[in-house]
């Protein structure tokens, strides 16, 4: 597996956002915006982001699934679904250079690279990078919640929206004005933990008309709703969504990180 993994390097968020406190030396800036809210190491003004991991591996989900694709992890998230796998991401990472995180993505010779977390629309330089990435003719995808605005990030940039079902604890906290930033370039998906969930993401569909926004991805809790419920119900309902499972948890050991 050709992975890379940066060192990790534990930091403190802003005790503005009620996450402790820490000393700080002359290089250390205090970020107080919540939306970028890390004690940066940084000691320049170029914009930064704080990186859990970026790595090779196989893309294993969306419409882009089976491709090599270069994920860039940032730090932090505003959630906490019940089922989440990447908690390991909401603390710690490193502030690194938006040209310092570009230079190495470019440098895996990969054209395809997500922009995940935690939330990384929860910086603000994630946009940057964003656009640093476009620039390089990379294709860009971004895997956020939909609980914060969508619409600051570039045109060219591919949004993967995952729509927060009931069962994750955390469907309250989606920002619905964000269904009419959405484009046909663009994808929801919804994580199905039961059949709740499923009548519930039924309906959101019905309700927003997303077959005339965008693509539909429909995939299940691992380990919770077996696969062929799901996939049984859809073909009930002929719903018109794309099923799919997290591939790489079948490529790898699902608990393997880097992959
Ligand atoms: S949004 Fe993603 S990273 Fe954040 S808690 Fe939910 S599953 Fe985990």
Redesign the pocket.
């Known amino acids: 597996m050709n992975s890379v993994v940066f060192a990790r390097t534990a930091f403190l968020p802003s005790p503005a956002c009620g996450r402790g406190a820490g000393g700080e030396g002359t290089a250390t800036r205090i970020v107080n915006d919540c939306r970028d809210r890390y004690y940066s190491t940084v000691s320049t003004q170029e914009p930064s982001v704080v990186v859990n991991e970026v790595y090779a591996s196989i893309q294993g989900e969306s419409s882009y699934a089976g491709l090599p694709c270069v994920f860039v992890r940032l730090t932090g998230?505003n959630?906490?679904?019940i089922y989440?796998d990447?908690e390991y991401?909401f603390y710690d990472g490193e502030r690194r250079t938006v040209t310092n995180v570009a230079d190495q993505v470019r440098g895996l010779g990969i054209a395809l690279v997500e922009i995940t977390?935690?939330?990384p629309l929860l910086q603000k330089d994630c946009v940057v990078l964003a656009q640093r990435l476009l620039n390089s003719g990379l294709t860009v995808l971004i895997e956020t919640?939909g609980a914060l605005a969508i619409d600051t990030l570039p045109p060219g940039v591919i949004r993967i929206m995952d729509i927060k079902c009931p069962s994750?604890s955390?469907s309250g906290k989606m920002d619905w004005s964000n269904i009419d930033h959405l484009t046909s370039r663009d994808e929801v998906k919804f994580v199905i933990g039961n059949r709740d969930d499923y009548e519930w993401a039924r309906q959101v569909i019905k309700q927003h008309d997303l077959p005339r926004k965008c693509s539909i991805l429909i995939s299940t809790v691992f380990g919770s709703v077996p696969p062929k419920d799901v996939a049984g119900w859809m073909l009930e309902d002929k719903l018109p969504a794309r099923f799919q499972l997290q591939m790489h948890k079948y490529i790898w050991d699902p608990k393997d990180r880097g992959v």
């Open positions: 998230c959630l906490r679904c989440c990447t991401a977390g935690g939330e919640s994750s955390e």
